[in-house]
């Protein structure tokens, strides 16, 4: 069971009162004065199959912009009530369906550590290219598969799309920097242990790398299938670590791949894994921007959801452009 309390404006009274009605809840209603201010308190103890969604329906209508008025759901230990037992007991038997969306608090504290470039993120991902680079050029899937386990790009490429979808453009180009930091370290840890391979034998080009250099089509509708189950993850309870794992598997042996045409000064292994690499990107990103969008990942206040709208066409429209243009290059290739 939760405890959910929340303070409103007079005239949203009787729509609180609709949402705890429709999902046939218990509550109490008083009224409260805050700065010499009227407003009505009401508090509801309710199952938690249906907390979430009250919780959405209730911040649809409390502007919680205003010092006065908030929202509180907290899980509370006992309710002695037979008939919350009863409700909660005829919503499992009947196996209602209630559609328990994430509260977008939830997925702004899944990305919120992932906006700004940190230290951690960017050692971690110097050590993945690191061994990725070594499991190229050791022709060893092994070393380039655990390259991918350490490579930690689904944050910020998720926190990038989220906040692309609530009309955030401070965080959505933090996300983007750190995003672009993160594989130009890729690159360049590629490029150094390169040339520092290249001092002491002759580094073979491995079926390992040649096979981040053959492009195609089909490597950006993987990509965007990806990018799907990115956003399906977050808005599930499917393990995180396994779409991560996968990104990484898009991002950090291309990347890699193109340091080493880039220590060999080959322009061709270069140019091929990099339009690989970004293509994977625009793949990603567009797909965790489709799943957002079906989910209704919007702000809750009106006068934000234009805003986000406008982020969501551009960025979208741009990212749509980008691909068409490299699904032809790649094509052509």
Sequence with gaps: MRKIEIVCNGNQGPSAEYVFKKYKVTFHGEQVTSDEQKFLRYIAIVPNSVSSSITNELNEIIDTGKKELYITSQIIDAALSDY??????????????????????????????????????????????????????????????????????????????????????????????????????????SVVLTLIGLQFSDLPLTDEILSRTAI?????????????????????????????????????????????????????????????????????VLGMMVVFLLEGISPRKFYEKEKAQRHMIVTITVFIGLSIVLGFLLFKS
Excluded: C, H, Q
């Excluded at 944050?155 to 672009?180: C, I, Q, R, W």
């Excluded at 993987?222 to 309870?237: Q, Y």
């Excluded at 000064?265 to 690989?276: G, H, Q």
């Design 84 to 189: 919350l037992t009863e409700l909660e007991k005829e919503l499992t038997k009947k196996e209602v369906k209630v559609k328990k969306k994430k509260l977008l608090e939830e997925y702004r504290s899944m990305v919120e550590p992932s906006v700004k470039f940190s230290k951690i993120l960017l050692f971690m991902i110097i050590i993945g290219a690191g061994v990725a680079t070594v499991g190229l050029f050791a022709n060893n899937a092994s070393l380039v598969i655990g390259a991918m386990l350490i490579s930690p790009l689904l944050g910020p490429m998720a926190a990038f799309s989220f906040n692309t979808a609530v009309g955030k453009t401070d965080k959505m180009l933090k996300a983007l920097t750190s995003v672009l930091i993160l594989l130009i370290a890729v690159i360049g840890t």
């Design 216 to 284: 195609s089509p089909v490597f950006l509708a993987v990509a965007i299938a990806l990018g799907l189950a990115g956003g399906i993850a977050m808005s599930t309870d499917i393990p995180e670590i396994i779409v991560g794992v996968a990104i990484a598997a898009a991002m950090v042996p291309p990347a890699a791949v193109a340091g080493i045409g880039l220590a060999f000064w080959d322009f061709d292994i270069f140019s091929s894994a990099l339009t690989l690499t970004v293509a994977n990107i625009i793949g990603l």
